[in-house]
């Protein structure tokens, strides 16, 4: 366990920060799983708007670092061909 002062303290602040993480990056699950689930369905309409919904959930959890902006987009880039392949069956 920490000593100083400051180790203390910045021990403190690194909880907060994974706990805020951890909360963004389940955020993202949870808006990845209903594009999934509507995808699954089949439902165009309701894809597209979980699309949405997954993509600003996405950028605020790559702009905050909870996640790499290359993994962000990666997600997003792959649910956008998954969702617009629904036309095509």
């Not at 699954?40 to 605020?60: C, R």
């Not at 996640?67 to 956008?80: D, E, I, N, V």
């Amino acid at each position: 366990m920490a000593n100083h002062k400051s180790a203390i303290k910045r021990h403190k602040q690194s909880l907060k920060h994974a706990a805020r993480n951890r909360a963004a990056r389940t955020r993202v699950k949870n808006a990845v799983k209903a594009v999934r689930a509507a995808i699954t369905g089949n439902d165009k309409e309701q894809a597209s708007s979980a699309l949405t919904v997954a993509a600003s959930v996405l950028a605020k959890a790559a702009g905050k670092g909870a996640m790499h902006w290359k993994k962000a987009a990666r997600k997003l880039s792959r649910l956008s061909r998954a969702v617009n392949a629904i036309d095509a069956q």
